[in-house]
């Protein structure tokens, strides 16, 4: 059970990428200011998320399996 806070950090990095990827998307069909002020800043903050949320994956894959 050591695991368990893992999984839950792992779980809501995923969901902050979820929501960060539909605002970003969202901005995008819309176009407008929105889009030009914040369009690349939000896919680089999904990157970020994204690679936390892996890193986050991965440790808690490694973990189970010892």
Do not use: S
């Amino acid at each position: 059970m050591q695991d368990k806070p893992l999984f839950i950090l792992a779980a809501l990095a995923v969901l902050a990428v979820t929501a960060i990827l539909a605002t970003g998307i969202g901005g995008f069909a819309r176009g407008g200011e929105f889009n030009r002020k914040h369009g690349n800043r939000l896919m680089r903050w999904r990157l970020i998320a994204q690679a936390v949320a892996i890193a986050l994956i991965m440790a808690f894959v490694w973990l189970r399996g010892n």
